[in-house]
């Protein structure tokens, strides 16, 4: 009876305690508690400990809402995403892939009437050229050599920071290399170079989703080192606000458009072909590329860049034989000149590429959502849990002095 | 001799095709580079992926003609039909409906509103499209991308006939281009549904 009232009584004194100093929360709660009783108190106050604890509590509730949320969305959105998978595919299986700038040369040659490749450049290595001339067998040209390789194989190596190479295409050369001389090798490039890019990055506008939106931009950053150099233009195209807060940071000038409350009505094909009309009409481009992190799993999400280039550089690389070389051989059907069907190609292309990536997003989005707020409420527990075990002490520590006053005051009356 | 070595390779090489999209070693090679140069700029991140990665590869152009079409039917919301083997399927481009049989041409044709039928054996399945892109590979590999996709017998007669009355109003009283376009539009569309209906 006595201890309830001790009790009550440390309640009614807890007000006056909490009032005249602010109570520093990184301080430890028991030092605090203790240090804060002004002279003439005589318990230790709880309340200080019972507040935080109350506020952890409804912390580990609402993490624990927001990761149910999370989940829901998750399960709506991760079907839909699933489906439009299928989306992108075809246009790959035509187009190809060309996120690189760099130009890559099949070299295939051959030794009298055998063929055999003496060298192998790696990607790393650039070989000095010296001089090319598209007509005749003039050039030299100086190849580390690695090892050998077997008749027939392909090897690549790598030339970049060359002015003009479209001009290259069909070239002859002549190497000498040690004791081997080469009659002639035939040189098509690979890779596809263009003038503009444009970035489009993809992110969410609320936050407390992990990681997810500063790894969208770090490699969107990358790109544009990549992408940047003289005679290169690179430019950023920003869809959420996460990523539009840390790019406005230190590439304000580069950014052209930022389009923010995307998921304010459920995502479907129209709006983000609306979305895509918006971009092409007010972005001038040679190459898109769109980063987004694609949904692998719950757990994991990978930062993808996919390309999507311009009609213009499309029918240019088709002339010029190179990476889609094989386009010049597609018959096209319908249209009235072969430009305005790979135009329209090329438009419906960045209009199903976006729709994926935009899908893809937000079920990283959620799913990163999910796995922030699930160890956010675990955390919460655990310091729910070492809360509980200094709010037991100091109770049992404020009990066990007042029974020491009384006891000693009682035996000080009698003895 | 040596004179026509150059020619010969020329020649050989010209016949040889690049491998490309029918053929995926090149485009990893290609890959490996954008790897290569990412780490050169960026040696402590990792280099994103790209979809080629994600995809599986494509077979190989066949020397013999084979004897099915490989069809792929992708919408935005569903794959209606994947890698199925059909007999032929007839699309409709732009410039007409156009028959694929295996060992069509590669092809890339525009798709207009109209009806998509794939004949596998006995059965004809009839799709009618909103409009999209047709590729064929040289490697008897369909791909058909639209937008819609449903099949004919799940399309309702009247909302069509009113469709097309209201379509065929706007366009009338249209004042715009804009407006004009987005009527003319809706008629066509819903006189491809009407023909579909009735042919």
């Not at chain 1, 135009?343 to 899908?359: D, K, R």
């Not at chain 2, 020649?11 to 053929?23: I, K, L, V, Y």
């Not at chain 2, 590979?137 to 449903?150: G, K, Q, Y």
Request: glycine share 6%; proline share 5%.
């Amino acid at each position: 009876m006595a201890m309830a009232a001790l009790r009550r009584e440390g309640k009614r004194i807890a007000v006056p305690l909490i009032s005249p100093n602010p109570i520093n929360p990184l301080r430890s709660t028991l030092a605090s508690s203790q240090e804060q009783t002004p002279f003439g108190v005589r318990s230790i106050s709880t309340q200080i400990v019972r507040n935080r604890m109350k506020s952890v509590r409804n912390i580990q509730k609402i993490t624990k809402a927001m990761k149910m949320v999370a989940a829901s969305k998750l399960r709506a959105i991760q079907t839909k995403a699933e489906n439009s998978r299928g989306l992108w595919q075809p246009f790959t299986a035509l187009l190809g892939d060309t996120p690189s700038k760099l130009l890559i040369f099949i070299v295939y040659w051959v030794k009298g009437n055998r063929t055999h490749l003496k060298a192998v450049g790696s990607s790393s290595q650039l070989p000095h050229v010296e001089k090319f001339e598209t007509s005749n067998i003039t050039s030299k040209c100086y190849l580390p050599l690695s090892h050998s390789v077997g008749p027939r194989d392909y090897f690549l190596f790598v030339i970049c920071g060359y002015a003009d190479v479209h001009s290259l295409s069909g070239a002859f050369v002549a190497f000498q290399l040690e004791n081997w001389s080469y009659q002639c090798a035939i040189i098509c490039p690979l890779g596809v170079d263009v003038k503009k890019n444009v970035i489009v990055t993809i992110s969410s506008d609320k936050g407390l989703c992990g990681g997810i939106n500063s790894t969208s931009v770090k490699t969107s950053r990358g790109l544009y080192k990549l992408n940047s150099g003289p005679e290169k233009e690179c430019k950023y195209v920003v869809l959420g606000e996460k990523a539009k807060a840390q790019l406005v940071r230190d590439s304000k000038k580069n950014i052209q458009l930022t389009l923010t409350e995307l998921q304010k009505n459920p995502l479907n094909y129209t709006q983000v072909a609306v979305l895509a009309d918006d971009i092409l009409k007010n972005v001038e481009y040679d190459a898109l590329r769109i980063v987004f992190n694609k949904f692998q799993s719950v757990v994991s999400f990978v930062p993808t860049v996919s390309t999507v280039l311009s009609p213009e550089v499309v029918e240019r690389e088709a002339e010029a034989g190179g990476t889609l070389g094989e386009l010049d051989s597609y018959e096209i059907e319908g249209g009235e000149t072969k430009s305005e069907v790979l135009q329209n190609l090329t438009e419906f292309q960045f209009s199903c590429v976006m729709f994926n990536a935009v899908m893809e997003n937000a079920c990283s989005e959620q799913g990163a959502r999910m796995s922030a707020m699930d160890s956010s409420s675990r955390n919460a527990g655990d310091m729910l849990d070492r809360l509980t075990l200094t709010y037991n002490r100091t109770r049992q520590a404020s009990i066990t002095t007042e029974l020491i006053e009384i006891i000693s005051g009682a035996s000080a009356l009698e003895g | 001799m040596m004179r026509q070595g150059p020619r010969v390779l020329l020649s050989r090489a010209m016949r040889w095709r690049r491998p490309f999209s029918t053929d995926l070693q090149a485009d990893t090679a290609g890959d490996s580079k954008f790897i290569d140069a990412w780490k050169k700029l960026n040696p402590n991140m990792d280099p994103p992926k790209t979809p080629i990665s994600y995809m599986k590869p494509r077979p190989p152009t066949p020397s013999t003609i084979p004897s099915k079409l490989t069809v792929n039917l992708v919408l935005p919301y569903d794959s209606v039909l994947s890698a199925k083997e059909v007999d032929m399927v007839i699309v409709p481009a732009s410039t007409g409906q156009m028959g694929v049989l295996p060992g069509h041409v590669a092809t890339i044709a525009e798709l207009k509103p109209g009806i998509l039928s794939v004949h596998e054996g006995n059965e004809v399945n009839k799709y009618f499209l909103s409009g999209g892109f047709a590729f064929v590979h040289s490697n008897s590999v369909a791909d058909i991308i639209a937008i819609e996709a449903t099949p004919v017998d799940r399309i309702d007669p009247s909302l069509v006939q009113k469709g097309l009355a209201e379509f065929q109003q706007r366009l009338n009283s249209a004042s715009t281009d804009v407006e004009k376009a987005e009527a003319q539009i809706g008629v066509d569309v819903h006189s491809a549904l009407n023909a579909a209906l009735t042919g």
